[in-house]
């Protein structure tokens, strides 16, 4: 990589391609009953600012404003978006699709979405 990280990544059998606009400033990892379940290390951006290529599925819960997507192969969680981009415009992509270098780079605040809905730093 040549000191560079890389701003490329992929769900697991390479299906669904991401390409972030920058490096991620932090993180965040949630304990709410979706998140703890994928697993996921979000990393947010403008909505539309991230390349996707590839075919995934979506899985909408709860209040009904988010999509999680996912490969429709593998199954990985890849990102979340918003079901209506009015009226949230950000999106969240799983950084454990990307380089662990990258995820290492980032500062990665905790959330409790299960209880409190507040940052436990």
Request: glycine letters at 8%; aromatic letters at 8%; one cysteine or more.
């Amino acid at each position: 990589m040549n000191g560079a990280l890389s701003l490329e990544g992929a769900c697991h059998c390479g299906a669904v391609q991401l390409t972030l606009p920058s490096v991620p400033e932090k993180a965040t990892r949630c304990n709410c009953s979706l998140c703890r379940r994928v697993g996921a290390l979000w990393a947010y951006y403008e909505f539309g600012t991230v390349r996707i290529e590839g075919e995934t599925q979506e899985y909408i819960q709860g209040d009904r404003t988010l999509r999680t997507m996912r490969c429709r192969n593998c199954g990985i969680v890849t990102h979340w978006e918003p079901v209506d981009p009015q009226a949230v415009t950000r999106h969240g992509v799983n950084l454990n699709n990307f380089d662990p270098q990258l995820q290492a780079s980032v500062p990665v605040r905790r959330f409790d979405g299960a209880d409190t809905w507040t940052f436990l730093d």
